[in-house]
């Protein structure tokens, strides 16, 4: 099994929806989780860092449930510009981030 | 300069040739890493350097030999590639720990013919 499984989509959303992405971890003992965006041909960036009491940034909220092991991931009033691929990242004690393999949102005008 | 930069860009090689990716990163962290990533694959892990000791090595072939000569530099070697070995490289540091996120450089994108 992944350590990281997400759905690949893809999302076609229209401008001004509500989107939500979920993400699943495998490894209960990952400590910190993050949602990095990947814009096409580009490298991934850091989106937010998942906190457990969630997080919320302008449109973006995102929410750990630890008891069930998936991060969520809500986009607000979508906007053109949203379109990219969304990847969830858990990290445990070692030094590696495991990402998902992402999942792509299209949000049409 | 800032952040994490890699060189070259772009990087055409032949299966008998041998050439060298090299990242820079301008923030001061102690774990540098190499990822690669393939078309429809998600990203994998290739090396981990950690105060520039190598502390993870994710059954990589031998096709493929980093060098972190110190904690901000990072080289990944490579030399009699398969066509396979196309894919995006992407460099990344962080502060080793938990709870803090890498940043990546914009990637080496690696065809070989």
């Known amino acids: 099994r992944k350590e990281v499984e997400q759905d690949p989509g893809p999302f076609n959303v229209p401008e001004g929806a509500t989107v939500a992405f979920n993400c699943t971890y495998s490894?209960?003992?990952?400590?910190?989780f993050f949602w990095y965006r990947q814009d096409c041909r580009k490298e991934p960036k850091l989106l937010m860092s998942?906190?457990?009491s969630g997080n919320e940034d302008g449109r973006f909220t995102a929410q750990l449930n630890r008891a069930s092991q998936y991060i969520s991931l809500l986009i607000r009033d979508s906007k053109l510009s949203d379109s990219a691929t969304y990847l969830c990242?858990?990290?445990?004690?070692?030094?590696?981030?495991?990402f998902g393999k992402g999942t792509s949102l299209l949000v049409t005008p | 300069e800032t952040g994490v930069t890699q060189t070259p860009r772009h990087l055409v090689m032949g299966m008998t040739n041998k050439k060298s990716l090299k990242c820079e990163q301008h923030?001061?962290?102690?774990?540098m890493y190499w990822y690669k990533q393939s078309a429809k694959k998600p990203l994998e892990l290739m090396f981990v350097y950690s105060l520039e000791e190598r502390v993870e090595n994710n059954s990589v072939p031998s096709r493929f030999s980093p060098e972190c000569p110190n904690s901000s530099h990072l080289f990944l070697h490579l030399h009699t590639l398969q066509p396979e070995d196309s894919a995006l490289y992407l460099c990344a540091s962080s502060q080793a720990g938990v709870g803090t996120e890498a940043f990546f450089g914009q990637g080496t994108r690696l065809t070989v013919v």
């Open positions: 990242v858990a990290h445990n004690s070692g030094y590696a981030l495991n």
């Open positions: 998942v906190y457990s």
């Open positions: 923030l001061g962290h102690n774990a």
């Open positions: 490894n209960s003992a990952s400590q910190s």
